[in-house]
């Protein structure tokens, strides 16, 4: 074991700390009283608590395009309003790989990856008063610190505090990483790097689960699946008996498709430049399939023909430009919705004649399905615990840590959903 000194400043009368860790140290045994110094220049009390270093396995990114590197690393103890997980099990997502392969973007190098998750609280840091350890958590890329306007308005879910951002490599507490190999620093991303045996996240950035809830099943949750599950029933809101036009079926379209079938959807149009996953997609609902290769005419007009004027909603999962201005353009004019869930190149414009927007079709978009990740996850992880929501599709492959670099081959030769990587393995 590895112990680091952590240090607190006391501005009145010296008050107990208890350090960092699963356990209260015993105040009374000599080894454990805390050390009282004196600042002769400030006048504060210094209480001195050795918290814990955690030796973990991580697969580290060293550089762009390369394989991960399995690497014992040494995973600091909470601070301020942070919590340490245990990670039980993670899924690969596209983003993920976006990152990894470091392309249109800024390349940030060595790196912890992994965002989507579950697992149990090891410890905590000061502050954190809704975890303990021993709950059963989700890491979140995105976070909810419940103090900001975002986070008291009933309509975003945009956290000023914890919102995404891919640059940031450090904890916001200090700017500093918890993660390091033999003193080194090893960057964070996302606020969760779920791609080691321990990592360091925000509390802003958990949500607290079932205890029940598998979290083999249910870890996919922390992005894509409830970023295309609320998309629809969130913000699209397909009524009964409406119809729905998903753009792009990969795991978060099909999760998208998911919505509309738990919303009573009659009609659901899978819209796809792969044919190959239009089987696939009749598990999550899809009862008609548009290629657009397949047409000489843009693929909105053969939706609106298909549909004798448009369909009642649809959710674009693709990022495409294209595919955006198509998803907007299907839908019936009077009340049509349109929702965008894929994100551009950033010099991409999305471009339409205005008149589409006077015919009172509806333009939205969303951002995690709109869900609040510590007030609203939970009750989605209850949903697939009342067989109201099925994951168990999207799940098409498992490996052992060890072997993580074969889910990344597995995405790059787009076979499969979600692979749920076992760390225990």
Known sequence: MILLAHTILITSKTTRIVKTGTTKPDTDSPENKPAFHKNQTIGVVCVIYDGELEAALAAVAWESGKPLSIEEVEVAPPQKNEVRIKILFTSLCHTDVYFWDAKGQNPLFPRILGHEAGGIV????????????????????????????????????????????????????????????????????????????????????????????????????????????????????????QSVAIFGLGAVGLAAAEGARVS?????????????????????????????????????????????????????????????????????????????????????????HPVNLLNERTLKGTFFGNYKPRTDIPAVVEKYMNQELELDKFITHSVPFSEINKAFELMLAGEGLRCVIRMDA
Not at 175 to 196: A, D, E, V, W
Not at 290 to 296: A, C, I, M, R, T
């Open 264 to 352: 009573g959807a009659s009609r659901i149009i899978g819209v796809d430049l792969n044919p190959s996953r239009f089987e696939q997609a009749k598990k999550f609902g899809v009862t008609e399939f548009v290629n657009p290769k397949d047409h000489d005419k843009p693929v909105q007009e053969v939706i609106v023909e298909m549909t004798g004027g448009g369909v009642d909603r649809s959710v674009e999962c693709t990022g495409s430009i294209q595919a955006m201005i198509s998803a907007f353009e299907c839908v019936h004019d009077g009340w049509g919705v349109a929702v965008l869930v894929g994100v551009p190149n950033k010099d991409d414009a999305f471009k339409t």
């Open 122 to 241: 090891e410890s905590v840091g000061e502050g954190v008063t809704d975890l303990e350890p021993g709950d059963h958590v989700l890491p979140i890329f995105t976070g909810e610190c419940k103090e900001c306007s975002h986070c008291l308005s009933e309509e975003s879910n945009m956290c000023d505090l914890l919102r995404i951002n891919t640059d940031r490599g450090e904890m916001i507490h200090d700017g500093k990483s918890r993660f390091s190999i033999n003193g080194k620093p090893i960057y964070h991303f996302l606020g969760t790097s779920t791609f080691s045996e321990y990592t360091v996240v925000h509390v802003g950035q958990v949500a607290k689960i079932n205890p029940e809830a598998p979290l083999d099943k249910v870890c996919v949750l922390s992005c894509g699946m409830s970023t295309g599950f609320g998309a629809t029933v969130n913000v699209a809101k397909p009524k009964k008996g």
